[in-house]
Protein backbone atom coordinates (compact mmCIF):
# COMPACT_ATOMS: atom_id res chain seq x y z
CA UNK A 1 0.00 0.00 0.00
CA UNK A 2 3.00 2.54 1.30
CA UNK A 3 4.89 1.46 -2.71
CA UNK A 4 1.01 2.56 -4.36
CA UNK A 5 1.33 5.70 -2.37
CA UNK A 6 4.66 6.86 -3.45
CA UNK A 7 4.50 6.14 -6.56
CA UNK A 8 1.41 8.12 -6.96
CA UNK A 9 3.16 10.62 -5.32
CA UNK A 10 5.65 10.33 -7.73
CA UNK A 11 3.38 10.26 -10.64
CA UNK A 12 1.59 13.22 -9.66
CA UNK A 13 4.89 15.09 -9.14
CA UNK A 14 6.47 14.07 -12.67
CA UNK A 15 3.11 15.68 -14.16
CA UNK A 16 3.52 18.80 -12.30
CA UNK A 17 7.32 18.98 -13.46
CA UNK A 18 5.94 18.30 -17.20
CA UNK A 19 3.59 21.61 -16.84
CA UNK A 20 6.70 23.86 -15.41
CA UNK A 21 9.34 22.44 -18.33
CA UNK A 22 6.77 22.19 -20.84
CA UNK A 23 8.12 26.21 -22.28
CA UNK A 24 11.74 25.00 -22.62
CA UNK A 25 12.31 24.07 -25.61
CA UNK A 26 16.53 22.56 -25.88
CA UNK A 27 16.42 20.62 -29.07
CA UNK A 28 14.51 21.77 -32.52
CA UNK A 29 11.24 21.37 -32.88
CA UNK A 30 9.63 18.08 -33.83
CA UNK A 31 12.19 16.18 -31.68
CA UNK A 32 10.59 14.75 -27.89
CA UNK A 33 11.68 17.99 -25.40
CA UNK A 34 12.78 17.42 -21.69
CA UNK A 35 9.11 17.70 -20.85
CA UNK A 36 7.81 15.21 -23.45
CA UNK A 37 10.65 12.70 -21.49
CA UNK A 38 8.79 13.64 -18.34
CA UNK A 39 5.74 12.86 -19.28
CA UNK A 40 6.52 9.40 -20.49
CA UNK A 41 8.19 8.70 -17.70
CA UNK A 42 5.02 9.80 -15.52
CA UNK A 43 3.12 7.64 -17.79
CA UNK A 44 5.04 4.31 -17.20
CA UNK A 45 5.58 4.85 -13.72
CA UNK A 46 1.67 5.19 -13.33
CA UNK A 47 0.97 1.97 -15.29
CA UNK A 48 2.90 -0.23 -14.00
CA UNK A 49 2.03 1.36 -10.63
CA UNK A 50 -1.76 0.36 -11.37
CA UNK A 51 -1.54 -3.22 -12.24
CA UNK A 52 -0.96 -2.74 -16.17
CA UNK A 53 -4.56 -1.45 -16.34
CA UNK A 54 -6.43 2.11 -16.80
CA UNK A 55 -8.98 3.36 -14.29
CA UNK A 56 -11.27 5.07 -16.95
CA UNK A 57 -13.86 7.63 -16.19
CA UNK A 58 -17.64 5.92 -15.98
CA UNK A 59 -19.23 6.56 -19.47
CA UNK A 60 -16.11 7.30 -21.14
CA UNK A 61 -15.74 4.22 -23.02
CA UNK A 62 -17.14 5.98 -26.42
CA UNK A 63 -15.15 9.23 -26.20
CA UNK A 64 -12.23 6.85 -25.69
CA UNK A 65 -13.08 4.64 -28.41
CA UNK A 66 -13.41 7.35 -31.01
CA UNK A 67 -9.84 8.91 -29.77
CA UNK A 68 -8.30 5.48 -30.63
CA UNK A 69 -10.33 5.00 -33.99
CA UNK A 70 -8.83 8.36 -35.27
CA UNK A 71 -5.20 7.45 -33.87
CA UNK A 72 -5.96 3.59 -35.72
CA UNK A 73 -6.74 5.72 -38.66
CA UNK A 74 -4.24 8.35 -38.79
CA UNK A 75 -1.28 5.74 -38.45
CA UNK A 76 -3.37 3.49 -41.31
CA UNK A 77 -3.56 6.26 -43.59
CA UNK A 78 -0.06 6.89 -43.42
CA UNK A 79 2.06 3.62 -43.06
CA UNK A 80 -0.40 3.43 -46.55
CA UNK A 81 1.44 6.26 -47.79
CA UNK A 82 5.14 5.64 -46.45
CA UNK A 83 4.62 2.74 -48.57
CA UNK A 84 3.19 3.68 -52.07
CA UNK A 85 6.40 6.62 -51.26
CA UNK A 86 9.13 4.15 -51.23
CA UNK A 87 8.79 4.08 -47.23
CA UNK A 88 9.80 7.46 -45.89
CA UNK A 89 10.01 7.64 -42.67
CA UNK A 90 8.43 11.02 -41.83
CA UNK A 91 4.83 9.29 -41.99
CA UNK A 92 5.76 7.49 -39.02
CA UNK A 93 7.19 10.47 -37.36
CA UNK A 94 3.64 12.22 -37.82
CA UNK A 95 2.05 9.21 -36.44
CA UNK A 96 4.07 8.94 -33.37
CA UNK A 97 2.53 12.71 -32.14
CA UNK A 98 -0.99 10.90 -32.32
CA UNK A 99 -0.05 8.22 -31.07
CA UNK A 100 1.18 10.26 -27.92
CA UNK A 101 -0.92 12.67 -27.23
CA UNK A 102 -3.79 9.54 -27.00
CA UNK A 103 -1.76 8.03 -24.54
CA UNK A 104 -1.66 11.32 -22.45
CA UNK A 105 -5.21 12.25 -22.88
CA UNK A 106 -5.51 8.16 -21.82
CA UNK A 107 -3.41 9.28 -18.95
CA UNK A 108 -5.39 12.00 -17.91
CA UNK A 109 -8.47 11.26 -17.68
CA UNK A 110 -7.32 7.51 -15.76
CA UNK A 111 -5.70 9.81 -13.47
CA UNK A 112 -8.82 12.02 -12.59
CA UNK A 113 -10.95 9.27 -12.12
CA UNK A 114 -8.81 8.47 -8.90
CA UNK A 115 -7.73 12.01 -7.87
CA UNK A 116 -10.77 13.86 -8.72
CA UNK A 117 -10.65 17.52 -8.65
CA UNK A 118 -6.61 17.11 -7.23
CA UNK A 119 -5.69 16.79 -10.58
CA UNK A 120 -7.30 20.37 -11.54
CA UNK A 121 -5.34 21.86 -8.73
CA UNK A 122 -2.47 20.57 -9.45
CA UNK A 123 -2.39 21.62 -13.13
CA UNK A 124 -3.71 25.15 -12.20
CA UNK A 125 -0.68 25.89 -9.55
CA UNK A 126 1.84 24.03 -12.15
CA UNK A 127 0.74 26.49 -14.66
CA UNK A 128 0.82 28.81 -12.86
CA UNK A 129 4.69 28.41 -11.98
CA UNK A 130 5.51 27.61 -15.17
CA UNK A 131 3.66 31.23 -16.82
CA UNK A 132 5.80 32.84 -14.14
CA UNK A 133 8.73 31.35 -14.51
CA UNK A 134 8.32 32.29 -18.18
CA UNK A 135 7.88 35.73 -17.65
CA UNK A 136 10.95 35.97 -15.17
CA UNK A 137 13.51 34.79 -17.91
CA UNK A 138 11.67 37.18 -20.27
CA UNK A 139 12.38 40.19 -18.04
CA UNK A 140 16.10 39.56 -17.02
CA UNK A 141 16.65 38.66 -20.44
CA UNK A 142 16.38 42.42 -21.10
CA UNK A 143 12.38 42.45 -21.24
CA UNK A 144 10.44 43.33 -24.75
CA UNK A 145 12.72 44.89 -27.21
CA UNK A 146 10.40 45.40 -30.32
CA UNK A 147 11.15 41.89 -31.43
CA UNK A 148 9.40 39.11 -31.26
CA UNK A 149 9.93 37.02 -27.85
CA UNK A 150 10.11 33.24 -28.11
CA UNK A 151 11.49 32.93 -24.39
CA UNK A 152 12.58 29.24 -24.32
CA UNK A 153 10.47 28.20 -27.06
CA UNK A 154 12.00 27.38 -30.44
CA UNK A 155 9.57 30.48 -32.49
CA UNK A 156 7.31 33.41 -31.56
CA UNK A 157 4.37 31.18 -32.53
CA UNK A 158 4.75 28.23 -29.88
CA UNK A 159 4.92 30.98 -26.70
CA UNK A 160 1.55 32.57 -28.43
CA UNK A 161 -0.28 29.05 -28.94
CA UNK A 162 1.08 28.18 -25.50
CA UNK A 163 0.01 31.60 -23.84
CA UNK A 164 -3.57 30.98 -25.28
CA UNK A 165 -3.69 27.11 -23.84
CA UNK A 166 -2.48 28.32 -20.70
CA UNK A 167 -5.74 30.72 -20.41
CA UNK A 168 -8.01 28.35 -21.67
CA UNK A 169 -6.29 26.07 -18.42
CA UNK A 170 -6.53 29.03 -15.66
CA UNK A 171 -10.20 30.18 -16.92
CA UNK A 172 -11.58 26.64 -17.23
CA UNK A 173 -9.95 25.19 -13.64
CA UNK A 174 -9.85 28.59 -11.96
CA UNK A 175 -14.02 27.39 -11.74
CA UNK A 176 -13.81 24.51 -10.88
CA UNK A 177 -11.80 25.14 -8.17
CA UNK A 178 -12.25 27.00 -5.20
CA UNK A 179 -9.32 28.90 -5.39
CA UNK A 180 -8.41 33.38 -4.56
CA UNK A 181 -9.38 35.04 -7.56
CA UNK A 182 -5.79 37.20 -7.09
CA UNK A 183 -4.78 33.42 -8.40
CA UNK A 184 -6.34 34.03 -11.29
CA UNK A 185 -5.69 37.53 -12.09
CA UNK A 186 -2.43 37.03 -11.45
CA UNK A 187 -2.15 34.21 -14.02
CA UNK A 188 -4.08 35.89 -16.59
CA UNK A 189 -2.04 39.45 -16.59
CA UNK A 190 1.64 37.04 -16.84
CA UNK A 191 -0.31 34.98 -19.90
CA UNK A 192 -1.51 38.24 -21.46
CA UNK A 193 2.00 39.99 -21.30
CA UNK A 194 3.66 36.54 -22.96
CA UNK A 195 0.79 36.17 -25.25
CA UNK A 196 1.44 39.82 -26.76
CA UNK A 197 5.45 40.01 -26.35
CA UNK A 198 5.10 36.72 -28.84
CA UNK A 199 3.17 39.19 -31.43
CA UNK A 200 1.38 36.45 -33.09
CA UNK A 201 -1.50 37.51 -34.39
CA UNK A 202 -3.65 34.71 -34.40
CA UNK A 203 -2.73 34.10 -30.93
CA UNK A 204 -3.96 37.49 -29.72
CA UNK A 205 -7.15 37.47 -31.13
CA UNK A 206 -8.11 34.07 -29.84
CA UNK A 207 -6.47 35.07 -26.45
CA UNK A 208 -8.79 38.39 -25.61
CA UNK A 209 -11.70 36.82 -27.96
CA UNK A 210 -11.59 33.84 -25.13
CA UNK A 211 -11.20 36.41 -21.80
CA UNK A 212 -13.80 38.92 -23.40
CA UNK A 213 -15.89 36.25 -23.55
CA UNK A 214 -15.32 34.67 -20.39
CA UNK A 215 -16.02 38.01 -18.66
CA UNK A 216 -19.17 38.67 -20.60
CA UNK A 217 -20.27 35.24 -19.64
CA UNK A 218 -19.67 35.86 -15.81
CA UNK A 219 -21.57 39.33 -16.11
CA UNK A 220 -24.48 37.81 -17.38
CA UNK A 221 -24.10 35.25 -14.53
CA UNK A 222 -23.65 38.34 -12.08
CA UNK A 223 -26.72 40.45 -13.47
CA UNK A 224 -28.45 37.35 -12.76
CA UNK A 225 -27.43 36.65 -9.69
CA UNK A 226 -26.51 33.16 -10.56
CA UNK A 227 -22.94 33.50 -8.51
CA UNK A 228 -20.93 36.28 -6.93
CA UNK A 229 -17.91 35.27 -8.28
CA UNK A 230 -15.55 39.03 -7.01
CA UNK A 231 -12.96 37.33 -9.73
CA UNK A 232 -15.01 39.09 -12.50
CA UNK A 233 -15.29 42.57 -10.36
CA UNK A 234 -11.44 42.49 -10.38
CA UNK A 235 -11.34 42.27 -13.64
CA UNK A 236 -13.47 44.96 -14.66
CA UNK A 237 -11.50 46.91 -12.20
CA UNK A 238 -8.27 46.65 -14.12
CA UNK A 239 -9.93 46.97 -17.48
CA UNK A 240 -11.36 50.56 -15.95
CA UNK A 241 -8.06 51.45 -14.45
CA UNK A 242 -6.22 50.48 -17.46
CA UNK A 243 -8.97 52.77 -19.91
CA UNK A 244 -8.61 55.78 -17.65
CA UNK A 245 -4.98 55.72 -17.67
CA UNK A 246 -5.21 55.35 -21.60
CA UNK A 247 -7.39 58.46 -21.58
CA UNK A 248 -5.75 60.31 -19.03
CA UNK A 249 -2.52 59.83 -20.86
CA UNK A 250 -2.54 57.94 -24.06
CA UNK A 251 0.70 59.50 -25.13
CA UNK A 252 2.77 57.22 -22.70
CA UNK A 253 0.71 54.34 -23.92
CA UNK A 254 1.26 55.06 -27.53
CA UNK A 255 5.18 55.34 -27.26
CA UNK A 256 5.62 51.97 -25.31
CA UNK A 257 7.30 50.05 -27.54
CA UNK A 258 5.01 46.68 -26.67
CA UNK A 259 1.62 48.51 -27.37
CA UNK A 260 3.41 50.07 -30.92
CA UNK A 261 4.63 46.44 -31.87
CA UNK A 262 0.99 44.75 -31.16
CA UNK A 263 -0.81 47.62 -32.76
CA UNK A 264 1.40 47.42 -35.70
CA UNK A 265 1.15 43.69 -35.84
CA UNK A 266 -3.08 43.84 -35.77
CA UNK A 267 -3.33 47.02 -37.97
CA UNK A 268 -1.36 45.43 -40.29
CA UNK A 269 -3.15 41.63 -41.02
CA UNK A 270 -3.62 40.85 -44.28
CA UNK A 271 -0.72 42.40 -45.66
CA UNK A 272 2.07 40.10 -44.56
CA UNK A 273 3.17 37.30 -47.16
CA UNK A 274 2.13 34.77 -44.74
CA UNK A 275 -1.41 36.09 -44.57
CA UNK A 276 -3.36 34.88 -47.46
CA UNK A 277 -4.69 31.54 -48.02
CA UNK A 278 -2.17 30.45 -50.27
CA UNK A 279 0.84 30.42 -48.23
CA UNK A 280 -0.77 28.62 -45.57
CA UNK A 281 -2.03 25.78 -48.04
CA UNK A 282 -5.68 26.45 -48.06
CA UNK A 283 -5.26 26.05 -51.94
CA UNK A 284 -4.78 22.38 -51.79
CA UNK A 285 -7.95 21.72 -50.80
CA UNK A 286 -8.87 22.65 -54.38
CA UNK A 287 -6.06 21.70 -56.19
CA UNK A 288 -5.58 18.40 -54.76
CA UNK A 289 -9.24 17.20 -53.89
CA UNK A 290 -8.77 13.66 -54.66
CA UNK A 291 -6.99 13.43 -51.55
CA UNK A 292 -9.96 14.73 -49.65
CA UNK A 293 -12.11 11.45 -49.44
CA UNK A 294 -9.30 9.26 -47.52
CA UNK A 295 -6.45 12.06 -47.12
CA UNK A 296 -2.87 12.52 -48.36
CA UNK A 297 -1.15 11.26 -45.27
CA UNK A 298 1.14 13.63 -43.66
CA UNK A 299 4.46 14.31 -44.76
CA UNK A 300 6.42 14.32 -48.50
CA UNK A 301 4.81 18.01 -49.07
CA UNK A 302 6.74 18.52 -52.26
CA UNK A 303 3.78 16.42 -53.75
CA UNK A 304 2.21 19.83 -53.15
CA UNK A 305 4.29 22.43 -54.55
CA UNK A 306 5.42 22.91 -51.09
CA UNK A 307 8.11 22.43 -48.60
CA UNK A 308 5.73 23.53 -45.93
CA UNK A 309 2.97 21.92 -43.91
CA UNK A 310 -0.76 22.89 -43.86
CA UNK A 311 -0.40 25.92 -41.42
CA UNK A 312 -4.01 25.22 -40.25
CA UNK A 313 -5.11 22.34 -37.71
CA UNK A 314 -8.49 21.58 -39.80
CA UNK A 315 -6.72 22.20 -43.45
CA UNK A 316 -4.46 19.97 -42.10
CA UNK A 317 -6.42 16.98 -40.68
CA UNK A 318 -8.67 17.33 -43.76
CA UNK A 319 -5.83 17.30 -46.30
CA UNK A 320 -3.79 14.61 -44.57
CA UNK A 321 -6.76 12.45 -43.77
CA UNK A 322 -9.67 13.48 -45.64
CA UNK A 323 -13.49 13.29 -44.46
CA UNK A 324 -12.73 10.41 -42.47
CA UNK A 325 -10.09 11.85 -40.49
CA UNK A 326 -11.84 15.30 -40.01
CA UNK A 327 -15.06 14.02 -38.84
CA UNK A 328 -13.56 11.80 -36.29
CA UNK A 329 -11.53 15.13 -34.93
CA UNK A 330 -15.03 16.93 -34.84
CA UNK A 331 -16.49 14.21 -32.73
CA UNK A 332 -13.89 14.22 -30.27
CA UNK A 333 -14.34 18.16 -30.40
CA UNK A 334 -18.29 17.20 -30.01
CA UNK A 335 -18.21 14.94 -27.23
CA UNK A 336 -16.14 17.47 -25.34
CA UNK A 337 -18.68 20.57 -26.04
CA UNK A 338 -21.40 18.44 -25.55
CA UNK A 339 -20.37 17.17 -22.19
CA UNK A 340 -19.50 20.80 -20.94
CA UNK A 341 -21.45 23.29 -23.29
CA UNK A 342 -21.19 26.02 -21.44
CA UNK A 343 -17.11 26.17 -20.54
CA UNK A 344 -16.01 23.53 -23.08
CA UNK A 345 -17.70 25.29 -26.31
CA UNK A 346 -16.34 28.60 -26.02
CA UNK A 347 -12.73 27.59 -25.09
CA UNK A 348 -12.80 24.69 -27.89
CA UNK A 349 -13.83 27.74 -30.10
CA UNK A 350 -11.28 29.67 -29.32
CA UNK A 351 -8.39 27.43 -29.95
CA UNK A 352 -9.97 26.11 -33.25
CA UNK A 353 -10.02 29.99 -34.83
CA UNK A 354 -6.36 29.94 -33.76
CA UNK A 355 -6.08 26.53 -35.77
CA UNK A 356 -7.80 28.08 -38.65
CA UNK A 357 -4.02 29.96 -39.86
CA UNK A 358 -1.63 27.36 -37.60
CA UNK A 359 -1.65 23.36 -37.17
CA UNK A 360 -2.00 23.05 -33.43
CA UNK A 361 -2.79 19.70 -33.10
CA UNK A 362 0.51 18.04 -32.17
CA UNK A 363 0.88 20.20 -29.26
CA UNK A 364 -0.12 17.60 -26.19
CA UNK A 365 -0.88 20.47 -23.83
CA UNK A 366 -3.71 20.95 -25.99
CA UNK A 367 -5.01 16.84 -25.72
CA UNK A 368 -4.61 17.73 -22.08
CA UNK A 369 -6.99 20.86 -21.76
CA UNK A 370 -9.17 18.31 -24.02
CA UNK A 371 -9.09 15.47 -21.75
CA UNK A 372 -9.38 18.08 -18.38
CA UNK A 373 -12.77 19.55 -19.62
CA UNK A 374 -14.23 16.17 -20.83
CA UNK A 375 -13.36 14.72 -17.30
CA UNK A 376 -15.35 17.32 -15.43
CA UNK A 377 -18.17 16.05 -13.08
CA UNK A 378 -17.07 12.54 -14.00
CA UNK A 379 -16.41 9.42 -11.37
CA UNK A 380 -14.06 6.84 -12.38
CA UNK A 381 -15.16 3.19 -13.24
CA UNK A 382 -12.49 0.33 -13.77
CA UNK A 383 -12.64 -0.64 -17.95
Not at 120 to 133: H, K
Not at 257 to 285: A, C, E, M, P, W
Amino acid sequence: MKTKQKSDKATLILLSMYFILKPFYLWESGLPQVSDLVLTAAIILYIFSNGLKLNFLKGSKQFVLVNVIFVFYITFINILWSLLLGGEKCFFTASMFYVFNFMTLSFIISLYSIHGRQIYRLVYFSVLASIALQFVILLLSGGFAGNRAMAYFNNPNQLGYHSLLTLALLLFLGGKLNIKGIWLITGIIVASALCLASLSKAAIISFFGMLLYFVLLHIKDLIFARNTNKTIFILLFIVAALLTAYKCNNEAFNSNILFQSVGYRLSTIGQSNDDNLSQRGYDRLFAYQQYLLFGAGEGIYSRFGSTAEFHSTLGNILMSYGIVGISLYMAILSAVCIKNRREGLYIIGFVTLYGLTHNGIRNTLFWIMTALIYSNGKKGNDI
